[in-house]
């Protein structure tokens, strides 16, 4: 007996005319998890949720759903759900309709039904709505009326494609915290896409990134922030600084690149022996984990490391201040600092500064920019 609710096994989808939109695709879901899929337009997301719920053909590989193997069977056959960003919603019907609409489809008796869609309506307040239709709803209620019906089917698995893409920032963030808090109560497992990052990294207990059809990364929110394993997720998720490099040396749990400001050592996001020496690989730590200081002020650490450059853009915004650094051999670097330790310490155009941070929060990551 597997204990995973969901397992992708390699994974394939060619598209008649040979897009192939995703590619050697693996993940194992526990149940109860949350996962967030997040990645550029095109990459594939759609069409690995489309493929896990029967909407779309597997080309190759293996569906697994609590052990049992779903790789053919047609989606009304499938213990998942599905909501949509643009919520599919029959206009004809009334939210109680639309509510019970699966259950008719799996041919339930009429009591089961009136038992299920009652207990959904309370649990997501709908209660004063019933009888509306569509045009009468708030996008909030919307979003709701979606997801009793992912819900009153009681699927294993909840299908989520960008389902919070219609609403405005305020709401986005109340809905956002109601599903995360449903999703507990309920545990059922959650497969949700999104575009963005921030939604991906708060919602999912871990994110999947994708790129280009494959999986770059699948790790727990803070572990993708701070140590991304490639290029591309050091780029795309969270405001990463990246000096750019050759690898000179690795251990384990350790390694340094040389770079035009200097070598600098930091944990490898690779295994020894994944590597050799001399290859393309970059320094990455969150912009967070950078500080800025006036050169002529000496670290009184010796554990830091340090990069000298020269301030050629001040740009405060609120409690920040954009500080554009120049640095010898790389592109300017863009710096977030706090007010307070920018102004009245001599930090002005022209001024020189010290880069510093800790070796034990930069990560190494092959490839290039
Ligand atoms: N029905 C289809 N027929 C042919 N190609 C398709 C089809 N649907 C999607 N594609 C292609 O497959 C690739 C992946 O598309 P998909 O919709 O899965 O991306 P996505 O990550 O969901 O993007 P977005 O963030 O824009 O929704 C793209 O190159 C797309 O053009
Ligand atoms: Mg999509």
């Known amino acids: 007996m597997t ?8 994974l394939r989808k060619v598209y008649p005319g040979g897009t192939v939109a995703v590619e050697e695709f693996d993940l194992s879901v526990k149940r109860g998890e ?46 998942t759900s599905t909501i949509f960003q643009n919520y599919a919603i029959f206009p004809h019907m009334t939210v109680r309709q639309n509510i019970e609409f699966g259950l008719h489809v799996r041919k339930l008796g ?60 305020n709401l986005r963030k109340s809905i956002q915290e109601e599903l995360k808090i449903l999703q507990r ?25 994708m790129n280009a059809g494959k999986v770059e990364q699948v790790s727990a929110p803070f572990e993708l922030y701070t140590r991304p394993q490639s290029a591309f997720v050091a780029r795309f998720i ?47 730590a969150p912009s967070e984990y950078i500080d800025i200081v006036p050169a002529h002020e000496k670290a009184a650490d010796a554990s830091f490391e340090k990069a000298e450059g020269t301030v050629m853009t001040l740009e405060p915004v609120g409690h920040v201040v954009y500080v554009g650094v120049e640095l010898p051999g790389m592109a300017p670097m863009r710096i977030e600092a706090y007010r307070e330790r920018i102004e009245g310490r001599n930090i002005e155009n022209g001024s020189r500064v010290e880069l510093r941070w800790k070796p034990e929060r930069a990560t190494i990551v092959l490839g290039e920019m």
């Open 238 to 284: 969270g405001r990463n600084r990246i000096i750019p490099g050759e690898l000179a040396e690795v251990a384990e749990g350790r390694a340094s690149v040389i770079t035009p400001l200097g070598k600098f050592s930091g944990v490898p996001s690779f295994k020894q022996g994944a590597a050799s020496v001399g290859q393309k690989a970059m320094l990455v």
């Open 34 to 79: 949350f996962i967030s899929f997040v990645g550029p337009s095109g990459c594939g997301k759609t069409t690995t949720l489309r493929m896990i719920a029967g909407l779309e053909s597997i080309t190759s590989g293996d569906l697994v759903i609590r052990g049992k193997n779903f790789t053919n069977v047609p989606t009304e056959h499938r213990p």
């Open 185 to 209: 109560e309920l545990n059922i497992t959650f497969v949700f896409v999104t575009h963005a990052q921030s939604e991906a990294l708060s919602m999912g207990d871990r994110v999947v990134v």
């Open 3 to 10: 204990h995973y609710d969901l397992e992708l096994v390699k």
């Open 110 to 169: 009429a009591a089961e039904i009136k038992k299920r869609t009652d207990a959904i309506i309370e649990k997501l307040e709908l209660g004063d709505v019933v009888n509306a239709r569509e045009s009468a709803l708030s996008g909030g209620q919307k979003q709701r009326l979606s997801l009793a019906r992912g819900l009153v089917t009681e699927p294993d698995i909840l299908l989520l494609d960008e389902p919070l893409g219609a609403l405005d920032a």
